[in-house]
Each structure stands twice: as structure tokens, then as C-alpha cells.
């Protein structure tokens, strides 16, 4: 089993920034693959980023790119989402999960354990 815990959301103006981090713990952190996806009110959970268990491999969706990052300390057991240049549009629920399988991947179901969420309001 693998817990994991989101923190860093809130509330911030249209241009601003936020860092989320989720920490896990339990099975080894480093043999997993880490996601970030959100979920919109009446809107279906949808693919933010994912890392490599080195994190030497990233993919952002294009929605973000270029104004998110992804990153992580395997010596901290911590998987941030940078968020720059925040719109309105990227007001969610963010969800960490956690998977193992080869590479990195976009996909929901190829994750196994799901962080409990943390709200990130945008105001235009």
C-alpha cells in the first residue's frame, strides 16, 4: 500500500502561483511513477503530468505546458506540481497517484493509489 497526501492548494489570483506536493508513504517511493490529474466540477477527471521513478522522464498535457512543472525527491518521498501563470480554467481538484508501470503514462486506470485531493481556485 502506498498513502499519499496533497497539500499546497488554495486560493490565488489569475497570474499567480502555486506548488503542490504530495507525499507518500509506505512501499518504496522510488518504484513508482507519479501522476497529477484534476477534476473540474461537472467535468470528468482529466491527465495533468507525470514523472518518471527517476524523474528523468516528464510529459505535461498540453494545457499546461509551458506554465506547469513537474518534479520529485525520491529522498523526501515528494512529488511537487509547480503551477505558473494560473487561469481561471485550472480551477480543480488535484489528485497525486501513484503507479508502477514501465515508463510514464497518462492513463487513470494504470494508476494504483490516489491522493485524496486538494482544491485550487483560480480568480480572474
Known amino acids: 500500500q502506498v498513502q499519499l497526501v496533497e497539500s499546497g492548494g488554495g486560493l490565488v489570483q489569475a497570474g499567480g502561483s502555486l506548488r503542490l506536493s504530495c507525499a507518500a508513504s509506505?512501499?518504496?517511493?522510488?518504484?513508482?511513477?507519479m501522476g497529477w490529474f484534476r477534476q473540474a466540477p461537472g467535468k470528468e477527471r482529466e491527465f495533468v503530468a507525470t514523472i518518471s521513478w527517476s524523474g528523468g522522464r516528464t510529459y505535461l498535457a498540453d494545457s499546461v505546458k509551458g506554465r506547469f512543472t513537474i518534479s520529485r525527491d525520491n529522498a523526501k518521498n515528494t512529488v511537487y506540481l509547480q503551477m505558473n501563470s494560473l487561469k481561471p480554467e485550472d480551477t480543480a481538484v488535484y489528485y497525486c497517484?501513484?503507479?508502477?508501470?514501465?515508463?510514464?503514462?497518462?492513463?487513470?486506470?494504470?494508476?494504483?493509489?490516489w491522493g485524496q485531493g486538494t482544491q485550487v481556485t483560480v480568480s480572474s
Open positions: 509506505g512501499r518504496t517511493f522510488s518504484n513508482y511513477i
Open positions: 497517484a501513484a503507479g508502477r508501470v514501465p515508463g510514464i503514462t497518462t492513463q487513470a486506470q494504470q494508476y494504483d493509489y
